[in-house]
T-cell receptor
Framework: GNSVTQMEGPVTLSEEAFLTINCTYT??????LFWYVQYPGEGLQLLLK?????DKGSNKGFEATYRKETTSFHLEKGSVQVSDSAVYFC????????????FGAGTTVTVRA | SQTIHQWPATLVQPVGSPLSLECTVE??????LYWYRQAAGRGLQLLFY??????ISSEVPQNLSASRPQDRQFILSSKKLLLSDSGFYLC?????????????FGQGTRLTVV
């Protein structure tokens, strides 16, 4: 079956620090990959996505590259802000499994001023 | 454009009472629909998944049930709530067989069972 494993948190950083959240996956088909962000008290929002190998998704200074050879989709941001404090979820959608979504456990990121 | 509505936003219910949470999607057809639960400080737990009307997959055994009476309506129910049912419930939809298969989430329902 499909699964997503992401770095456990919580992660605490200072403003302007570099952020990496690791995500690896297993899938039976060729999945699309996503990062979602959840701000306190809210639902999840799509942050970025990549639909095929070597694609790079980017948004709000965040980037992630679909690496088929390492089955990874690590999230990075070069200089975080306090407003980036949130829970980040890695996810996949597998066309060989009715496009069913699978989520990682989430990583809580806190950025301090 | 597509929108998803989930209600109520907050709910406080006594133990043993029934539950009905509703989710509707607009602007798309034949979506995949999901119910997730998120306990405080925890990740997302997939509860139910539906690929079509009347087609419900239960991911976790529990005292909750789901129904999809219409293509874009997804209902989460319980006959008798337990304290352990407290949590943040999220409805989501995603496309099927298209290039846009990411999920779009409702704003969530915070359920407190007392």
């Amino acid at each position: 079956g499909n699964s997503v494993t992401q770095m456990e948190g919580p992660v605490t950083l200072s403003e302007e620090a570099f952020l990496t959240i690791n995500c690896t996956y297993t899938a039976t088909g060729y999945p699309s990959l996503f990062w979602y962000v959840q701000y306190p008290g809210e639902g999840l929002q799509l942050l970025l996505k990549a639909t095929k190998a070597d694609d790079k998704g980017s948004n709000k200074g965040f980037e992630a590259t679909y690496r088929k050879e390492t089955t990874s989709f690590h999230l990075e941001k070069g200089s975080v802000q306090v407003s980036d404090s949130a829970v980040y979820f890695c996810a996949l959608s597998d066309p060989s499994n009715d496009y069913k979504l699978s989520f990682g456990a989430g990583t809580t990121v806190t950025v301090r001023a | 454009s597509q929108t998803i509505h989930q209600w109520p936003a907050t709910l406080v219910q006594p133990v043993g009472s029934p539950l009905s949470l509703e989710c509707t999607v607009e602007g798309t057809s034949n979506p995949n629909l999901y119910w997730y639960r998120q306990a405080a400080g925890r990740g997302l737990q997939l509860l139910f998944y539906s690929v079509g009307i009347g087609q419900i997959s239960s991911e976790v055994p529990q005292n909750l049930s789901a129904s999809r009476p219409q293509d874009r309506q997804f209902i989460l129910s319980s006959k008798k709530l337990l304290l352990s049912d407290s949590g943040f419930y999220l409805c989501a939809w995603s496309g099927y067989g298209t290039s846009n298969t990411e999920a779009f989430f409702g704003q969530g329902t915070r359920l407190t069972v007392v």
